[in-house]
Structures are given as C-alpha cells and as structure tokens.
C-alpha cells in the first residue's frame, strides 16, 4: 500500500508566531493506493489541484471517504462540479460519464448532501448532475464494516465537536497490512480500538502543545496524546498530521515520545509518499 499525503494542514493558512512566517499546508487529503483500487480520504477545498500535482486524474476516484462534516473534510459539491464538467468537456468526456462514486461517511455527511446540492444547483430540479453517479454508504450507528476489492475496512465513531459532530476513523487490512486514519478526535475508545496493532497510524495532532485537558471536552489530540494512544494501541509507526504549525517539529516529536511511545514517529508533510 501507498500512502500519498495530499493536506497535512489544517482550515487556516499564513499564520504567525513571535513575527516570524509559518510554512503554509493545505487542509486535508489523503489517498491510499494499494494497485487494485484507491481512497480519497476528506475532499477539502482545491482537492483536485492537488491531486493532480501527485500525479492522480482527479476525477478517476470510485471511493471516498469523508470522516465529518466539517467544512475542512467535506467541500464537495466545488470537487462534485469539476468532475462533472471535465466529463463535459474533456476530449475522454464518455469516460467519467460513466463514473460511479462511492461515499463512505457518517449519516450526517450523507443527509446533508442533497440540501446543499439543492441550495447551489438552483437550475437542476434533480438533486444529481447527469453525471457522475453518487452513492454513500453510511458508516458508524449501525454498519462498521465495508469491502472494497481485497481491502476490508472498519470503522468507529470517535468523539469530535463536543459529540455533536458524527465522526469516524477509519482502518483498511489489504492483505497483512493495516492502514489506520484518524481526522478529528479526542481520546476515546473508538480511536484506540481503530488502531490497534496499526502498522501506520495516521493521526490528526491539531491541539497544541499542553492543551491536553483543555482540548478534551472539543475533541482534538495534541503530539502527547496521540502517541499515549498509540502506544496502547501498539502502533508500528505514528504520522502525525492536521496540525496548525505553531508548534516545531521537534516540539511536536518531544511531546510525543514523551508518552513513553517507542514506535516510529513522523511529522507529515505535504506531498509525502509513505510506504505500508
Ligand atoms: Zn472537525
């Protein structure tokens, strides 16, 4: 499996500290290629200019996975658009005509898609393009487990946006391999049965540092908590991502490993390719 980190960053860009610039990153996407098949993982804003900087046809997904609503995951009627009008446009226009899309997200995710498209497609009566075809298959409440080709995939609810804010991590085994992906969370059972035995986690760090207790009730992790849960966890190697930037590097690792994690721990970038 291939994992190519398309957004380490979070919902805001050129941010300062002490005067000084922060390295810009763009909010999250993630794609996960194991050669049969691929997922996208969240669609935020410009998803697919950064799609095809890493070499993707951005409108060649069949499965997308969407952890929350928040506007950072979930801009997708702007992506929805430009696949529907490359396949207009586009000399291999037939080719994404016949494009289906599968949806993996909360209920909330799911139910809020035709009032948007509703809201920004006034001309359409139908709550569809003619293209491409969109279905969801909604995750967590009921239904944890899914298939896609060889991979199987699981999910759990994770606590997020004072549990108003359905949310799901999510965990692909292809083969021997396991793949685990948390966007926002707090520390919750669900995170740490997600990753169990992980070989790599992927793990959002979006509090600061020394915010552990102040972040709980919201649901997010700092570098501390993340590898308290992964070493629990007994993940082979940490990558820590969606994080604000306020924080160094090396910071962030220090805090980390001070939760006694001794697995490999990485610091995400943008445009990274990480072998499982
Ligand atoms: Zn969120």
């Not at 805001?12 to 390295?23: F, H, V, Y």
């Not at 919201?218 to 820590?240: N, Q």
């Amino acid at each position: 499996m291939q994992l190519y980190l398309l957004g380490t960053g979070t919902c805001a860009n050129q941010l300062t500290k002490n005067g000084k610039k922060i390295k810009n990153r763009f909010p999250p996407g993630y794609v996960l290629d194991w050669g049969e098949n691929k997922i996208l993982f969240e669609v935020s804003e410009g998803i697919r200019f950064r799609l095809e900087k890493a070499g993707f046809d951005y409108a060649d997904f069949e499965n997308i996975a969407i952890s929350h609503c928040h506007p950072d995951h979930y801009n997708f009627m702007p992506y929805l658009q430009s696949v529907y009008c490359k396949g207009l446009w586009d000399q291999k226009g037939k080719q994404y005509e016949k494009l289906k899309i599968q949806i993996l997200c909360p209920n909330q995710v799911a139910e809020s898609y035709r009032k948007i498209f509703k809201l920004l497609v006034l001309e359409i009566k139908k709550n569809h393009y003619d293209f491409p075809e969109i279905s969801f298959t909604k995750l967590g409440k009921m239904k944890f487990k899914t298939k896609i080709g060889r991979a199987q995939i699981t999910v759990q609810e994770v606590h997020h946006g004072f549990g108003k804010v359905e949310t799901l991590a999510f965990r692909v085994k292809v083969d021997n391999k396991i793949f685990a992906y948390s966007a926002d969370t707090g520390d919750c059972q669900g995170i740490r049965k997600i990753c169990k035995n992980a070989d790599l986690f992927l793990c959002e760090a979006s509090a600061l540092i020394g915010q552990d207790k102040a972040c709980r009730n919201y649901g997010h992790l700092t570098p501390y908590l993340a590898g308290k849960i992964a070493k629990e966890s007994k993940v082979k190697k940490l990558l820590l991502t969606h994080y604000i930037g306020l924080d160094s590097e090396s910071s962030m690792l220090k805090d980390c490993q001070r939760s006694g994690f001794e697995g490999e721990v990485k610091v995400g970038k943008d445009f990274e390719k990480v072998k499982i």
